[in-house]
């Protein structure tokens, strides 16, 4: 596998996966299901002027198969006529779909700001058990340098080996730098977009993104930045998953929403921004998805924000998770582990030797 960075991070983006395969030189890369190839291709042209590959393939037919091959053929010289490329050489993986039935074990990691050893140790919580794995934004500190973008793969490689969907939450301090808005070429997205849906098993899901925390004219972005009008964008696809009403379909137990800033919660000034707007999506959670959780991170915290706790400052429509941090002395990282398991929602914040600081345990919501 030397060609390849890592082994593929296989992240769940509404009906499909986007496998995403980081790679050391130019290739042409494909992934092969049961025969069927698809490919990395720009309207009909093999790319290979790009170290990180994008493959798409259809949830049912990997979720089916339990496995994928990447193929790839280094890149000799690539001319108008006869290019050169080297023999095909592959990799092979297993996948292990999220299970319909019995309990789910997540794990969450957001505020790493650009480390991997500890978060990475943190994050093998539940070893081969783990059925999905979440990024929540922040896990670089910043995106002055395309070589950032590496560590997301870095920790998906190690936790989850190839063999386990992810999902990826945009932060805000994803958006820094002016490698920024080369992100969503190393990142998932639907349509070019950094928030959409998604389906895992019994798990109906949703990812939101808040963009920078403060207003687009704070000094410290430099008049880089939209995302005023960006979160005005989104709020329109957040009205179309309400009235398209997804989350109602046959099989969904569980609803969850993952947004890197917990929205719900008003910080003090200058982070006290977009608080209509902000409290228009709590309300839309509110009376049409009504979620079970919001995973979050943002508030370098690990706890638990029930209605009407200390986070709840716009009508919470569900417990908020805060799910990451380092200890005030730096030694240590804390994600969540969090099993879904018969209506129980089992919350277990643990360190890099695995061990539980903290836990608490919620019952799903009647509906």
């Known amino acids: 596998m030397k060609e390849l960075l890592t082994s593929p991070a296989v992240f769940a983006v509404e009906n499909t996966y986007q496998i995403m395969v980081p790679v050391r030189n130019e290739m042409l890369l494909w992934v092969e299901i049961d025969g069927e ?3 990395d291709h720009s309207n009909g042209i093999l790319r290979s002027d790009t170290l990180i590959h994008r493959v798409s393939v259809p949830m049912d037919k990997l979720n089916k198969a339990c496995g994928y091959t990447v193929c790839y053929k280094n890149i000799i010289e690539r001319k108008p006529y006869h290019p050169e490329t080297e023999d095909t050489k592959s990799e092979i993986y297993r ?12 794990y ?15 994050g093998a919580y539940f070893g081969e058990d783990i059925d999905l ?30 063999e386990h969907p992810c999902v990826f939450s945009r932060g805000n301090h994803d958006l820094r730098g002016f490698c920024a808005e080369q992100l969503a070429d190393y990142t998932p997205c639907f349509n070019g977009k950094s928030y959409y849906t998604f389906r895992l098993g019994k798990i109906w899901g949703m990812v939101l993104d808040c963009g920078e925390d403060k207003s687009d004219s704070h000094p410290e972005y430099g008049g880089t930045v939209c995302c005023s009008s960006f979160r005005r964008e989104e709020t329109e696809y957040l009205k179309e998953v309400a009235e398209k009403r997804e989350y109602l379909n046959d099989g969904i137990e569980y609803r969850l929403v993952i947004v890197h800033n917990p929205f719900t919660y008003t910080l003090e000034p200058p982070f006290d921004i977009e608080q209509e707007l902000y409290k228009y999506w709590t309300d839309i959670l ?17 706890c638990v924000s029930e209605t009407g706790g200390k986070l709840d400052t716009k009508g919470q429509p569900c417990p908020v998770i805060v799910g990451s941090k380092f200890t005030e002395d730096g030694s240590d990282f804390i994600g969540c582990a969090l099993t879904l398991d018969g209506g129980d929602m089992n919350i277990c914040f643990t360190n890099s030797e695995n061990r539980i600081v ?5 019952k799903k919501a009647m509906r």
């Open 133 to 162: 794995l979440i990024l929540n934004g922040d896990i670089i500190d910043h995106s002055g340098d395309v070589k950032n973008f590496e560590l997301i793969f870095r920790l998906c490689d190690y936790i989850t080996h190839g």
């Open 37 to 39: 190839k698809f490919y």
């Open 358 to 362: 903290n836990s608490k345990t919620l």
């Open 108 to 122: 969450h990691i957001s505020d790493s700001h650009g480390e991997y050893a500890l978060p990475a140790k943190t």
């Open 286 to 302: 509110n009376e049409e998805i009504k979620p079970d959780l919001i995973i979050s991170g943002h508030l370098h915290d690990a």
């Open 95 to 106: 996948f292990y779909p999220v299970k319909k039935d019995g309990k789910i074990n997540i």
